[in-house]
């Protein structure tokens, strides 16, 4: 103990505190390092979204085919709504250079309200610009409210593979009558007006009430129905089923007259509209819509790939 540095106290510490201090600095710089990284991945993709077209790149006196894209389930607040299809539609028939409309629909059905509007707004847009043919395009799907919106087109095409047809409305509800039974549970509702519960999942079913929305569907199924016949006509060969929610490939559709011909948007741009050069009328999402989508999705994909997330397994 005698030959012990009687500094050695003071050395340790110092010693300490320096790689303290070195730690330190360390993880700063890997701090800004990764702060400079996202903000890389950032900028990447906001670079990204102002590379896509937009349907601002027509050149002044180049005829084109537009393309409107109705993908996903048709209802408000979506991406197939009335309002963003109709305004898609109508940018794409006021564009000076338009030889032709392509309604491209990928879609399985929706509200029948607002496949009522797109399908008027389309007649009413073939009768104001007569000379701008609109043709509908099918790609994986068109069902129901999806067939009922493309039925307004002058052409219908399809896909060998293509699911088309679901001439049909459907309403959907649940019982739990029994299930509250075996669980001792009482339902206390009041209500001014017999009617103001019709459907409610706790309470037995009336058939007075089920006879009239028997009847409110029978009502909106007609009126699908003659949209169909409108648009399609003679061209329209019925078959035993047809108006019934039954589904057909592309191939059927043809034979059943519920589509005209097989074929792909470019087909119809370059074989019907002669001209290959096609430009997107769609609506797109707002940027920061379409940013936070893409960041969330990449974040998943990320945290998926680390074994971050909680994932479903289908055991041996």
């Not at 338009?98 to 029948?112: D, E, F, K, M």
């Not at 049909?168 to 509250?180: L, T």
């Not at 549970?185 to 103001?196: M, S």
């Not at 016949?229 to 019934?244: A, N, P, T």
Request: aromatic share 8%; with cysteine; net charge neutral.
């Amino acid at each position: 103990m005698t030959d012990q540095d009687p500094n050695w106290e003071k050395s340790i510490l110092e010693k300490i505190a320096t790689e303290g201090l070195r730690e330190q600095k360390r993880s700063r710089r890997w701090g800004i390092f990764f702060k400079l990284l996202t903000f890389l991945y950032l900028f990447i993709l906001i670079g990204l979204f102002y590379s896509e077209s937009d349907g601002t790149d027509i050149k002044p006196g180049q005829k084109h085919t537009a393309l409107v894209d109705l993908k996903g389930i048709i209802a408000p607040g979506t991406e197939a709504s009335a309002d963003k299809m109709i305004t898609s539609l109508r940018n794409a028939f006021k564009s000076p250079n338009t030889v032709g409309v392509i309604l491209r629909i990928n879609s399985p059905g929706g509200s029948p309200v607002q496949s009522g509007y797109i399908y008027d707004e389309i007649l009413r847009l073939r009768a104001k610009y007569p000379s701008t043919p609109l043709h509908t395009v099918i790609t994986d799907i068109c069902a129901s409210g999806g067939y009922y919106v493309a039925a307004a087109a002058e052409r219908i095409y399809a896909d060998q593979a293509s699911i088309v047809g679901s001439i049909g409305v459907r309403m959907d509800n649940f019982g739990f009558v029994d299930a509250m039974k075996k669980l001792g549970i009482e339902r206390r509702t009041l209500t001014a007006g017999e009617n103001k519960a019709l459907m409610d999942p706790f309470s037995a079913i009336d058939k007075n009430v089920t006879q009239h929305l028997q009847g409110l569907i029978n009502s909106v199924h007609s009126q699908f129905i003659n949209a169909v016949k409108q648009g399609r006509g003679d061209r329209l060969k019925e078959v035993e089923g047809m108006f019934s929610g039954l589904i057909w490939t592309g191939d059927q559709g043809v034979e059943l007259g519920l589509v005209d011909e097989l074929g792909s948007a470019s087909l119809v741009a370059r074989e019907v509209f002669g001209t290959e050069h096609i430009v997107d009328f769609t609506i797109q999402p707002d940027f920061f819509e379409r940013f936070s989508k893409t960041v969330g999705v990449q974040l998943a994909s990320i945290l998926s790939q680390n074994n971050l997330l909680p994932q479903l397994r289908v055991s041996p």
